[in-house]
């Protein structure tokens, strides 16, 4: 949202699951299974890196998203 000021957030592994999903169900690539790496956050001095494996068969889908991560905030649910 450059509008707000905001250049880019940082990497979200539930945002990419489903990106995984959506190209799998309309058939971007032309593939049952992707595999990336993505690199968000740089811009505002969080950087991460994704991976992303993803396949649809059958009408199932199968998503695995990982990487490695630092604690930046902790809550509990009371």
Known sequence: ????GITEDPATGSANGNLAAYLLKYNYFGKNQLQYNLRQGIEINRPSL?????SLIKDTYE???G???HLV???EWA
């Open 50 to 54: 994704l991976h992303i494996e993803a």
């Open 63 to 65: 998503i695995y998203v």
């Open 73 to 75: 905030a902790k809550g």
């Open 1 to 4: 949202m450059p509008d707000a």
């Open 67 to 69: 990487g490695n991560v």
